[in-house]
């Protein structure tokens, strides 16, 4: 009898966010596989999940798949969760989703938390079409992927760590122009969430002057039709 995948998504600050359906399919799983089970620990303790726990994270996620498709196939009942958010957005879950499709292994995704829709809305851009891009390349193709989005018309999305958040809008001001809107999104859903909008000149103003900490997701407006 072939088990079954779920795809939990978790909260990316704010604890109150989880799901009661999610915590319901956490609890009745056979095997949770959690990017970082130390993380994960506190999660499923505060909400009184006893499943025991895998590593399943970027550095051994092609190394694992064939042995979790085995489990699948002998009837087990996996949930995957990431650190915060939905997995397979810019972490860990799509081989294993795109293993179970090939195997014929039903896969059921719960909806939830994830950090780009919150900033997108909260952006005040247009947010019926947009670019998720998630994070930009470290260096080979960073510059062909900027010259790239700069053409969008739609609203781009971007993940960025705080290490590269200056290094990032000085890129957009230099490949999207002085006057292209950004708006720049950290800590949702915690008590110190911010959201900042302006030029990247004027954001690169407002967080030069004070340490940068959190993660960020940076929308940048579609560039104007002529």
């Known amino acids: 009898m072939t088990g079954k995948l779920f795809v939990v998504p978790t909260p990316i600050g704010n604890l109150g966010d989880m799901t009661y ?21 506190k999660l499923l ?4 999940i006893s499943t025991p726990m895998s590593s399943y994270h970027m550095h051994n996620e092609h190394q694992t798949v064939k042995g ?14 990431s650190d915060a958010g939905t997995p397979a957005i810019s972490d860990p879950g799509f081989l294993l989703v795109r293993a179970c499709v090939e195997n014929g292994i039903p896969v059921e995704t719960l909806p939830g938390a994830t950090a780009f829709v919150p900033a997108l809305v909260n952006s005040g851009f247009p947010s019926d079409r947009f670019v998720f891009e998630g994070f930009l390349p470290e260096k080979k193709g960073r510059q062909t992927r900027l ?14 760590s705080p290490h590269k958040l200056l290094k990032t809008l000085e890129e957009i001001k230099t490949y ?7 708006s720049c999104s950290r800590e949702l859903s915690k008590l110190h969430e911010e959201n900042v909008r302006g030029t990247a000149i004027e954001l690169i103003a407002h ?8 993660e960020f997701v940076v929308c940048i407006a579609g560039k104007q039709r002529k």
Do not use: C, M, P, W
């Not at 303790?45 to 009184?48: A, G, I, L, S």
């Not at 967080?207 to 959190?214: L, Q, V």
């Open 21 to 41: 359906r999610a915590i319901e399919v956490l609890k009745a799983a056979d095997l949770i596989l959690a990017e970082d089970t130390r993380n994960s620990g």
């Open 45 to 48: 303790k505060h909400f009184e």
């Open 68 to 81: 979790l498709i085995q489990k699948l196939q002998n009837g087990n009942v996996l949930a995957l969760i």
């Open 147 to 160: 010259l790239e989005l700069a053409k969008e018309v739609r609203t781009v999305v971007l993940y960025v």
């Open 176 to 182: 999207f122009g002085d006057d292209r809107q950004v």
């Open 207 to 214: 967080f030069s002057a004070k340490a940068i900490r959190g």
